[in-house]
């Protein structure tokens, strides 16, 4: 069976812009979201209109501050500081990547974890992972929110997460091992010096693959019944008009009849990662109202 991330997310971004409209109608303001992006990548400027329209979407207010290429640390340090500052702002992020002159980790370590509805700054990450009140990393966030809403528990599960950058295999094997209904599993956290994947995936109830590379999960590596997450987005050469299509990272031609369930890239944790951001910045909204 499919997990069909376009569908859940849509079903929640209805759910969020009933309760944004709700806020409205009692005479509360809007939530206001801003994304902030440096120079010009491609993929980076679809996720950012990608944000800001399904922000829009829903009643949140967003707004995008762009900066060229060459903008310096400082200034966008001086930025972060506004916005942290601003309170018409309930949350913003700095779309990533960043340009190499540029430190990630200084930006997150700069954001007020209040409004980081990335989830990545260290504040948060460090919450989150002691199980306390958190805006929890987004696409972990949306993936445990597609398994919940496919009545696919987690409790007493082998998962395995492959790959660990710190914003999707981290935070996702940190989610997992919580103690609460939606965490409770076993996880294994493998990666590049993993030296039996294969036999550690053969071992999984659920493999939430996320490294960036076409075919990495192969039918032989996934027993029958197993759950797949593809997270992966990888572009592969192809004869269409755009000269290019998406895929994950799993072998989903060959998954698909051996899982009982799995995600298609694209529409499936792609969407949900979006949906995540739209609550994060609501929760972020509330937890500001609550302190005005
Ligand atoms: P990353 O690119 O920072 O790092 C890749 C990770 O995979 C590393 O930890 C590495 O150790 C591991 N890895 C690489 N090859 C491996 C192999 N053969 N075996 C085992 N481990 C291996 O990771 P990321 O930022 O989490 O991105 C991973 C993929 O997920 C990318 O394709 C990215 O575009 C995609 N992504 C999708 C979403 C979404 O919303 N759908 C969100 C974030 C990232």
């Known amino acids: 069976m499919i997990l069909d991330g376009r569908h859940i997310a849509s079903v929640i971004r209805e759910e969020l812009s009933q309760e944004i409209g709700r806020i409205v109608a009692d005479g509360g303001r809007a939530p206001s979201l801003a994304v902030v992006i440096v120079g010009h990548n ?9 944000k800001i329209r399904a922000c829009e979407e829903v009643g949140i207010q967003a707004q995008k501050i762009a900066f060229d290429e060459d903008v310096t640390e400082d200034v966008l340090l001086q930025q972060i500081d506004i916005l942290n500052q ?50 929890m990393s987004a696409t972990p966030k949306g993936i445990r929110e597609l398994l919940k809403r496919y009545d696919i528990p987690t409790e007493g599960k082998r998962v395995v997460v492959i790959g660990r950058s710190n914003i999707v295999g ?12 939606l965490g409770n599993a076993t996880v294994t956290l493998c990666h590049t010096k993993t030296p039996n994947l294969k036999e550690v995936c053969l071992e999984a109830d659920i493999i939430i693959v ?83």
């Open 42 to 50: 491609p993929a980076s400027e679809t996720y950012v209109r990608n």
């Open 86 to 135: 601003d309170p018409s702002i309930d949350g913003f992020l700095v779309q990533l990547p960043l340009p190499e002159h540029i430190s990630e980790q200084k930006i997150a370590e700069r954001i007020d974890y209040r409004k980081d509805v990335d989830g990545l700054c260290p504040e948060n990450v460090g919450r989150t992972m002691l199980g306390m009140p958190s805006i």
């Open 210 to 292: 996320a490294v960036g590379q076409p075919c990495t999960l192969t039918e032989d590596m996934v027993r029958t019944g197993c759950v797949v997450v593809d997270v992966g987005i990888n572009r592969v050469n192809d004869q269409s008009d755009k000269g290019y299509r998406l895929c994950g990272d799993a072998d989903f031609e060959k998954l698909k009849d051996k899982c009982s369930y799995i995600s298609p890239v694209p529409g499936g944790v792609g969407p949900m990662t979006i949906a995540s951001l739209l609550q994060n910045t609501l929760q972020a909204y509330k937890f500001r109202i609550t302190k005005d």
């Open 170 to 181: 981290k935070p996702m094997a940190m989610l997992l091992i919580q103690k609460n209904l």
